[in-house]
């Protein structure tokens, strides 16, 4: 096999921003320096991921005139209202200053800018479509006719965005009265300020649409707005009165993946579950098994446990159809194939969170078209599965991978339980033999010596050969959190501390921050595998200073970030994997 590993590229300097949004619209990137807005995307299923509309430097830019003298930013500083709601206040060159709250409406298609003034002055948002870009993976440029116009319901402007395969249209107003102009390539929104005003962005896939949005948003008016998002937040946040920076880093990961890794197609209303809507995470806009299923539901379900359940079903639905295959697109097609055990076995991970309707033979059997795909893998010899990419998504050196056997021994206890209710008691009985067979299995054919003493190996072929080797995705420490072995296990203590210790070619000694690195980022430890660490007694208290030593990215996980400094160095808007921190931090403080 030609062994392909795919790197991601390391970045530089992180650049912090802000972000806002609800599931039908995302604003990813909010600078936190003059409060502009660089892009906003939406779903589309019929496309298969993101369609973003960007400026050059920003599609929406607040500038501030006092007697028609344009005024500077001189500082900003900025807040996230419980740990979500944007809020950045501008000191200007005359010595007054501006407060200014981006949110959108916890339903409805549409965003409010909100401004209040020290003193009386003037604002000038501009608004600038310069690109429009389709996200999955990459963002792809396409071309595309705009054209403002005036709407006919409140002779408001209104933005029309055409392509060959994409329409859709944005409208403006405000809370009072207001001014706009025509500048050509794009339109200036101007009003008066004194205490607060706001403009209103209303998005639907016509201008009637938005257009009769706008005329709903400005009905409810924006405090109302305000009002709903603020409660909102406040009764689903989590309070940790113990540890103020925890609760912190908790919570904001906890929304970012409840708003960023699941969305709304704004076509059909149908849910869509990604690893992130945010184009800074370089595989933006696809879906994996593994990232929704075992890192952002758990999260979710945290927030909304209803809401948990729909989407869980209706994913599992979607995506049953091709179980394992490395991503697909956000309508359930492969992306890009390659079997991956894990991402196979997170379905009835899943099931094992969920209230399931035992009626419900649609999800019963894309349940078992699953185990269906998982039976292939089956090796007769071992009683062990197959796998061909690893929980990193790179290619595995031997077959019988440990942690992927170790979720599938998991999956299939919750399986089990699922046939015992529905009464399938052959069923039941069959996948118990496959549970016991795999736990032998794995005693047999992965457990090995280092160093005298017995630990499990990463992987084998079944006949002798193994790789040590700890793949942060599926950090060998999760073989507790899914049960298999007690932290008082003698050889997973000894696994732990092999990989933890110089023996190990991805262990730093002398690193401020100790966690694991790997084949695909092989010089910046794991944020991933930090979320393991929280879920290993063994190694949780000093994840947890880790973690406090990791602002990743600005509070947000990464995918791996720098051993000494904690900043991030790939992945980063990745809301899926702030989910898997979320629920690794909420069982560590709330459950352990």
């Known amino acids: 096999m030609n062994k392909i590993i795919t790197r991601p590229s390391k970045i530089d300097k992180n650049v912090r921003v802000l972000y806002a949004g609800n599931h039908y619209i995302s604003l990813p990137d909010i600078d936190i320096n003059d409060a502009s807005i660089k892009s906003i995307n939406i779903i589309s299923l019929s496309n298969k991921g993101l369609v973003e509309l960007s400026g050059e430097e920003a599609l929406f830019e607040p500038r501030f005139y006092k007697k028609g003298e344009g005024l500077e930013i001189v500082k900003s500083e900025i807040e996230e209202i419980f740990y979500y709601i944007p809020s950045i206040k501008l000191y200007l060159s005359d010595g007054s200053s501006v407060l200014i709250k981006i949110y959108a409406d916890l339903k409805e298609k549409g965003f409010v800018y909100e401004f209040e003034g020290s003193e009386e002055i003037e604002i000038h948002l501009v608004i600038n479509p310069v690109k429009l870009s389709f996200l999955r993976f990459n963002s792809h440029e396409i071309d595309f006719k705009k054209e403002f116009k005036i709407d006919k319901w409140l002779k408001n402007p209104a933005l029309n965005v055409y392509s060959y395969n994409v329409a859709f249209s944005l409208a403006f107003g405000a809370e009072k009265e207001f001014d706009y102009s025509d500048e050509g390539e794009g339109v200036i929104l101007k009003l008066k300020l004194n205490g607060k005003n706001c403009f209103y962005v209303a998005v639907n896939s016509d201008m009637d649409g938005a257009s009769t949005t706008l005329i709903h948003l400005k009905r409810k008016g924006f405090e109302r707005i305000y009002e709903e998002v603020y409660r909102w937040l406040k009764k689903k946040y989590i309070k940790y009165s113990q540890d103020e920076y925890l609760e912190r880093l908790l919570n904001k990961n906890l929304f ?337």
């Open 256 to 592: 970012f993946n409840y708003f960023f890794a699941v969305g709304k197609d704004m076509e059909s209303d149908n849910y869509v579950a990604l690893t992130s809507r945010s184009p800074r995470y370089y595989v933006s806009s696809a879906f994996w098994e593994r990232d929704s299923f075992l890192w952002s539901f758990p999260a979710i379900k945290l927030v909304d446990r209803e809401f948990h359940n729909l989407i869980a079903r209706e994913m599992i639905l979607r995506h049953s159809k091709n179980a394992g295959d490395h991503a697909h697109y956000i309508d359930g097609t492969v992306l890009y194939p390659g079997f991956e055990l894990d991402e196979a076995a997170s379905y009835l991970i899943l099931i094992g969170t969920m209230d399931i309707d035992l009626e419900d033979m649609e999800l019963i059997k894309a349940l078992e078209r699953v185990y269906s795909r998982i039976e292939k893998e089956f090796d007769r010899e071992t009683a062990l599965y197959k796998t061909f990419l690893l929980p990193s998504d790179d290619p595995s050196d031997y077959p019988f991978v440990t942690i992927d056997n170790v979720i599938l021994w998991r999956g299939f206890i919750n399986l089990k339980d699922l046939y015992v209710k529905l009464n399938c008691y052959n069923k039941a009985e069959a996948l118990q033999k496959k549970i016991d067979g795999i736990y032998k299995g794995i005693y047999k054919y992965l457990v090995t010596e280092m160093d005298g003493k017995p630990i499990f190996a990463w992987s084998t072929d079944g006949k002798g050969n193994y790789r040590f080797y700890n793949d942060p995705p599926g950090n060998l420490g999760l073989m507790y959190y899914y049960g298999f072995v007690d932290y008082h296990d003698e050889i997973f203590k000894n696994t732990i501390e092999y990989y933890y210790s110089p023996k190990y070619k991805y262990y730093f000694e002398g690193a401020k921050i100790r966690e694991l690195a790997c084949d695909h980022h092989p010089n910046t430890p794991s944020g991933l595998g930090l979320c393991g660490s929280l879920l290993n007694p063994l190694k949780r208290e000093e994840a947890l200073l880790w973690l406090k030593n990791a602002n990743m990215d600005y509070g947000i996980l990464a995918e791996s970030f720098d051993k000494n400094t904690g900043e991030a160095k790939t992945g980063v808007g990745f809301a899926t994997g702030a989910g898997y921190l979320a629920m690794a931090l909420y069982k560590v403080l709330f459950e352990e």
